[in-house]
């Protein structure tokens, strides 16, 4: 079966530092997808970023970025220049046709002014 | 705005009830995904359906059962309830299941209490 592991239930970070959120998963497949959501106090689940597997090259989105380490199946997020409004619960997931999405059970990231 | 709607917000609802979660999927999108987020945890996938057939099934119990309709929106019905089953219900869709990528685009959610 498929897991998510995210080995830190809470974060923190100072404004304007840089936070590493980690990530580590299982899977049999060769083809899969990895993402980050983030989840803010209204409950919505928005995504911060994916990353293909067949992709060497780590994903990046402005201020976010992953380092993805197939063989050793990690999936780190990085939030550089952290603000007050990247406070949220963050998930880790994983994507294949087999087992569908299999989300972590999330890191909670506080950012402190 | 993801372009998921789910009706309704809210729910209020007594041990042994019955109720009805809609979730209307992006324009476009065929794929419908639901998941269960219980207080403080992760989200668990429940099922999927695509085009109208169920796709994929997870930790989805015997007493829940969902449904696509030929417009693709989509209704989860959870039957007998019990106060553990209190939890945000997530509605996702996605363009299509099992070729390339698929991003899924999330609602915002039914909030269900049951007492």
């Known amino acids: 079966a498929q897991t998510v592991t995210q080995s830190q239930p809470e974060m923190s970070v100072q404004e304007a530092e840089t936070v590493t959120l980690s990530c580590t998963y299982d899977t049999s497949e060769s083809d899969y997808y990895l993402f980050w959501y983030k989840q803010p106090p209204s409950r919505q689940m928005i995504l911060v970023i994916r990353q293909e597997a067949y992709k060497q090259q780590n994903a990046t989105e402005n201020r976010f970025s992953v380092n993805f380490q197939k063989a050793a199946k990690s999936f780190s997020l990085k939030i550089s220049d952290s603000q007050l409004g990247d406070a949220a619960m963050y998930f880790c997931?994983?994507?294949?046709?087999?087992?569908?999405?299999?989300f972590g059970p999330g890191t909670r990231l506080s950012v402190l002014p | 705005d993801s372009g998921v709607t789910q009706t309704p917000k809210h729910l209020i609802t007594a041990t042994g009830q019955r109720v009805t979660l809609r979730c209307s999927p992006r324009?476009?999108?065929?794929?419908v995904y639901w998941y269960q987020q219980s207080l403080d945890q992760g989200l668990q996938f429940l099922i999927q359906?695509?085009?109208?057939?169920e796709r994929a099934k997870g930790n989805i119990l015997e007493r829940f059962s969902a449904q696509q309709f030929p417009d693709l929106h989509s209704e989860l019905n959870l039957s007998s309830l019990e106060l553990g089953d209190s939890a945000l219900y997530f509605c996702?869709?996605?363009?299509?299941w099992g070729q390339g990528y698929n991003e899924q685009f999330f609602g915002p959610g039914t909030r269900l209490t049951v007492l």
């Open positions: 359906y695509y085009n109208g057939e």
């Open positions: 324009s476009g999108d065929l794929s």
């Open positions: 996702a869709s996605s363009v299509i």
């Open positions: 997931a994983c994507f294949n046709y087999g087992q569908n999405f299999v």
